[in-house]
C-alpha cells in the first residue's frame, strides 16, 4: 500500500474520488453475478456428504408435498423439494426434472429454483431455464395433448451443492371426481426427511392407509380445513438392483382419497364406459367383419378381436388414471389409430359385445402377499393395469388390450386384483391360479451310441402357470421354437427331430418328442454328458441373482412342481470316471432334489423340486440362494466319462 504520509487535502479528495468509483465499478460487476457468500447457507452447513451416503448420487434433504381439496372443488398440489448432490452422476440424474400438469385444466408457477454451490454462490433459474414440452409418450396422440410437461433446468450444480426447487399446480376449475393419489414415499434417492399432507373442507371423509412404513400422521384444523400430515425421517434409497415390477408393492407409499367407496366409482365410470362402448361407426364394423371372416367359434373370435386391438392399435404408455378413467369412443380410437389401456379395452369390448359375446372391462393392480393391497382404500389411482374378461364357454379369458396373449396370457395375472367397471360393482375381485396346478414334467428315454451321441423319446407336460397354450396355439413354428428352448436347456446341444400334440388346452399342454444329441467333446482321455434345467424352470434364473443378500423381498415368477427324469441306455463298454452324489436340500424356501443311479447299462437321473411360495422374505434370501445353487452346480449335472471305452 502506498503511504499517505506528506498527502494534501487536495491529493486526498481525488484519491479518494478515484477509489470510490473503482468501488461502484465493483458493486456493479458483483450485481451481475451469483452472490458470493462463506459456503452453503446455516440451514445446510454441515449436512452429509457422499461420505455418509456412498451408494447415493442425490441426498433429500427434505421433500413435502401438500394437497388441497378447496370448498369449490377445486384441487391444489404444492410441492417442494430440497436436495443435495452427491456425485457427478446424481448431476445428471437431477438437472433436468419435468412436472407434468395439464393446461387446459391447472396452472403450474414455480416459485422457486435456486442452487447453493459449496463455494457460496447462490445462482437462481433464469427464464430460459423453463421449457415446455409435449410428453414424449403422447407425441403422437393428439386426443391426450392437454397433458404436457415443464421442464426444469438447474443451473450451478456441483457436488455439494444445495438446490431448492418449488412449484404449485392449481386446478382452473373442479374437473376431477376425487381428490386422492398415491404417493411414494421412499424412491432411488435416499431422504432425511419427507412429508405428505392432505388437506379438505371439514366434514369431508378422507380414506387413507400408510403401506409399509410406521408414522402416526398429525391433525389440525383451521380455517373451516382439516390438514392430515405424515413424515418420515431417515429413509434409505430403494435398492436399485432389487426393484421389479412387484417389488416396488413392498416400499412405503401413501394411499389416499376422498371417494367414500368402489361402488360410487364403478357406477360413474361404469356409465362412461357403456357410452364409450356404444360410440360405433361402419368403418370399425366393417372392419370387424373382415377380421372374423371364415372364423366360427367363440374362442377363434376373441383370440382374433384381441390380437388385432393389441397389435394393430398402437399403445399409449400414459396411466388412465390421469384422464380420471374417462374412455374416449370405441370409433374414435378405432379411427385414429391409438390409446391408452382403458381406450383400447373399450374397443376390444364393443368389438366382442357385436359379436355376442359377454365382456367386461376390469382396473386393477397386480398384487403379492405383503405388498400394497388395492382393497384398503378406494382409490383408482392405484389402478395400474386395465384387462378385459370375455365370457367363453370353456370358462372366462382375461385379455390385456395392450398385449398380445402371446406375451401376456391369463397365466400371468394371477393375484390380479381389479375393479369392474360396470355400474353395481362395489367390491374388487382377485384371478386366482388354480391350487396346486402348476407343474412341469419331462420324461426323456435316450440311446447312447458310438462316442455318446444320443437320440431318443419322450414326453413333456406343462400345466397351470407352465402352460404355454396361448404362445404357442395354432402356430407350429411357435410350438417347435418353445420345444427346441426347452429340450436344448435340458440337454445342451440337443437338436429337436420331431413332435406332436398330445393335449393342447389352457390348463395344460402335453407334447410327444424325439430327439437327438452330439457326441460331447473329448478332452484329455475323457468326454461329458451334461444336463441342465429347462429354461422354464423356476430355479433356472432369478433377477440379480448375483445380490448375496436383500432388503425387499423377491418376487418370483410363480409357484410350482417340477419333475424331470432322463433316462440313458450305455453302450456295453461305457466307463462312468464320475458319477454325482445325489443332493437333497429342504428349507423355508422350497425343496430340490436330483439322484444319480446306474443299473447295469441305464444311467438314471430325476430331478424334483417344489416351490411353494412365490415371495421369498429377506430373512429367507439365504435359503433360496442355498436351493438356487444347488440346483445349478454344474459339477452334479453332469457324468464323466472314459473317452476310449465310450468310442468302443
Not at 243 to 257: I, N, Y
Not at 332 to 344: I, R, T
Not at 506 to 533: D, H, M, N, W, Y
Not at 552 to 577: D, Q, S
Request: hydrophobic letters at 40%.
Amino acid at each position: 500500500m502506498r503511504d499517505l504520509k506528506g498527502w494534501g487535502a487536495d491529493e486526498l479528495k481525488v484519491a479518494v474520488k478515484r477509489t470510490s468509483k473503482r468501488m461502484l465499478g465493483l458493486l456493479l460487476a458483483a450485481a451481475a453475478l451469483p452472490v458470493l457468500a462463506a459456503g452453503l447457507p446455516p440451514p445446510y452447513a454441515g449436512t452429509p456428504t457422499a461420505k455418509d451416503y456412498p451408494h447415493a448420487d442425490v441426498l433429500v434433504l427434505s421433500e413435502s408435498r401438500d394437497f388441497t381439496l378447496l370448498p369449490d372443488g377445486r384441487q391444489v398440489e404444492k410441492v417442494r423439494r430440497v436436495e443435495k448432490i452427491l456425485t457427478y452422476e446424481g448431476m445428471d440424474e437431477t438437472g433436468d426434472p419435468k412436472v407434468t400438469f395439464n393446461e387446459r385444466e391447472q396452472e403450474l408457477s414455480i416459485g422457486r429454483c435456486r442452487t447453493y454451490t459449496a463455494d457460496g454462490l447462490t445462482v437462481d433459474a433464469k427464464a430460459n431455464s423453463f421449457n415446455e414440452m409435449t410428453p414424449f409418450e403422447l407425441e403422437r396422440a393428439p386426443a391426450y395433448t392437454d397433458w404436457r410437461q415443464m421442464v426444469i433446468t438447474k443451473v450451478g450444480l456441483d457436488i455439494n451443492c444445495v438446490v431448492e426447487l418449488e412449484y404449485t399446480l392449481t386446478d382452473k376449475r373442479p374437473w376431477r371426481r376425487f381428490l386422492e393419489g398415491v404417493e411414494p414415499l421412499e424412491d432411488q434417492d435416499p431422504a432425511l426427511e419427507r412429508s405428505v399432507s392432505l388437506t379438505v373442507p371439514e366434514g369431508t371423509a378422507l380414506n387413507y392407509r400408510l403401506f409399509n412404513a410406521q408414522a402416526q400422521p398429525t391433525v389440525t384444523r383451521s380455517g373451516g380445513s382439516v390438514t392430515t400430515t405424515w413424515t418420515l425421517r431417515d429413509i434409505p434409497l430403494a435398492p436399485p438392483n432389487e426393484m421389479g415390477p412387484s417389488e416396488s408393492g413392498f416400499l412405503p407409499a401413501l394411499v389416499f382419497t376422498t371417494c367414500p367407496g368402489w361402488g360410487s366409482e364403478s357406477s360413474v365410470i361404469g356409465e362412461l364406459v357403456a357410452k364409450a362402448e356404444a360410440v360405433d361407426s361402419p368403418q370399425l364394423a366393417k372392419k370387424e367383419e373382415s377380421l372374423l371372416t371364415g372364423l366360427r367359434t367363440s374362442f377363434e373370435k376373441i383370440v382374433a378381436l384381441h390380437d388385432y386391438v393389441a397389435k394393430d392399435i398402437n399403445t399409449v404408455r400414459w396411466p388412465p388414471a390421469d384422464f380420471d378413467f374417462i374412455p374416449r369412443g370405441a370409433a374414435e380410437v378405432y379411427d385414429s389409430g391409438y390409446g391408452n389401456a382403458l381406450d383400447k379395452a373399450v374397443l376390444l369390448c364393443a368389438m366382442l359385445k357385436r359379436e355376442g359375446i359377454e365382456a367386461f372391462v376390469s382396473a386393477g393392480r397386480q398384487t403379492v402377499p405383503g405388498g400394497l393391497d388395492p382393497g384398503a382404500v378406494p382409490c383408482m389411482a392405484q389402478m395400474d393395469t386395465v384387462l378385459v374378461r370375455a365370457e367363453e364357454p370353456g370358462g372366462p379369458i382375461w385379455l390385456d388390450p395392450t398385449a398380445s396373449l402371446a406375451q401376456r396370457s391369463p397365466q400371468d395375472f394371477v393375484g390380479f386384483e381389479g375393479l369392474t367397471l360396470q355400474p353395481g360393482s362395489r367390491d374388487l375381485n382377485t384371478i386366482l391360479g388354480a391350487a396346486g396346478s402348476d407343474r412341469l414334467e419331462a420324461h426323456l428315454d435316450a440311446a447312447a451310441g458310438a462316442g455318446l451321441s444320443l437320440e431318443g423319446k419322450g414326453l413333456i407336460t406343462l400345466a397351470g402357470r407352465y402352460s404355454p397354450f396361448y404362445a404357442v396355439e395354432g402356430s407350429a413354428d411357435e410350438q417347435k421354437a418353445f420345444l427346441k428352448t426347452f429340450l436344448t436347456s435340458f440337454l445342451p446341444g440337443g437338436e429337436l427331430t420331431e413332435y406332436s400334440v398330445v393335449r393342447m388346452d389352457p390348463g395344460r399342454c402335453v407334447f410327444k418328442i424325439a430327439f437327438k444329441g452330439p457326441a460331447p467333446k473329448t478332452e484329455s482321455g475323457v468326454c461329458t454328458l451334461q444336463t441342465g434345467l429347462p429354461e422354464q424352470s423356476i430355479l433356472a434364473g432369478f433377477p440379480a441373482s448375483y445380490l448375496g443378500e436383500r432388503r425387499l423381498p423377491l418376487v418370483l415368477a410363480g409357484t410350482g412342481k417340477e419333475h424331470l427324469v432322463l433316462r440313458v441306455t450305455l453302450p456295453e463298454k461305457a466307463k462312468i470316471l464320475y458319477l454325482p452324489a445325489a443332493a437333497k436340500l429342504v428349507n423355508p424356501a422350497g425343496s430340490f432334489a436330483r439322484s444319480w443311479r446306474l443299473t447295469g447299462g441305464l444311467l438314471r437321473m430325476e430331478v424334483s423340486a417344489e416351490i411353494p411360495s412365490r415371495v421369498i422374505q429377506p430373512k429367507d434370501y439365504k435359503d433360496w440362494k442355498e436351493l438356487f445353487g444347488i440346483a445349478n452346480a454344474q459339477g452334479e449335472r453332469c457324468v464323466v466319462f472314459g473317452s476310449e471305452e465310450v468310442r468302443k
